[in-house]
């Protein structure tokens, strides 16, 4: 129709060798069409050519297509003087780029800019059953499907749990777990998260494979540690009845993940487990006696460290007794 197709922004890795910044999907597409792999669907316009592949197309339409040209938008390799830097370009480039429309999460464009062996890892974890499960994220999404333009629901999950799964916020806990093991260094806490998990993911992807095996391992095993003690609700606060109460919270997440994973592969993780009622015990009476410390937004360094202290100490509690 010759309507002006928007440029592609590429960011030139090496030498004639370029990353997609923005316009995948429509080099994809194009692709794609070429190589006959849909048919035209649901046309506004030129709806006599309904049905068909870039093959069946009469010969003037191909000869048309095929004279078509994409623009393109290129960053030299010369703008970055190094990974780093080049790296906090294309996440500039990106964001401004796609802060228009639908704004995306943070953990979107971190999946976008700085894929790499680590991402991977979250991306594989995200998927655990019992994670899910306590997040209240089903195991499988049906997607949206659309006809002739009119999309149609075909998932029946939870609004929560497919809101997390589309913002790809389950992918991010994984890291935030990985990165919250060094939170004591991050003087602003968890005021300021998407920096630090965006630095954490950086240093991350240049991790050796042994190093990331080892990531993978205590994260299966904090998991399962705790659905065996808690069940679907571990990551809940405690009333002062010593019940949960939905829904679960990052502010539970992060020091019960931190404290457990340094119990879960050892001899007092497999105590606990056995007398479990304890430990349960132990965590209700320090929720009841530090409720305000749970609640709310406290995310400054100095409540993060409370957290962990109490946590830790209600584990350590149980396993005192347990000795007794």
Known sequence: ?????????????????????????????????????????GLQYWTDLHGKTYSNLPSKIRDGIDRRYISSIILLKETAKDEKQAAQLKKMVFERLNSGGVKLSSQETRNAVYDGPLNQVCLKLSKNPEFRSMWGIPNELKPETEKYGELEERDEAPSKGRSMFEKMEDVELILRFFAYRQISSYSAGLNK????????????????????????????????????LFGDKAFCRMNKNGKPTRPPTKIVYDPLMYVSSQFSQGPDGGKLLAEKEVLLSELSNMYKEHNQLFAGRRTNSSDTQQRNAKVADAFNYAINKLKI
């Open 193 to 228: 998260i998407s920096a630090f998990l965006d630095r954490f993911l950086i240093k991350g992807n240049e991790f050796t494979p042994e190093v990331l095996t080892a990531y993978e391992a205590m994260f299966k095993s904090t998991i399962s540690f705790l659905f065996q």
């Open 1 to 41: 129709m010759n309507i002006p197709v928007p440029p592609v922004f590429l960011y030139e890795r090496d030498l004639a060798r370029f990353e997609v910044m923005d316009g995948r999907q429509r080099l994809t597409a194009l692709s794609e069409f070429y190589a006959d792999e849909f048919s035209l669907q």
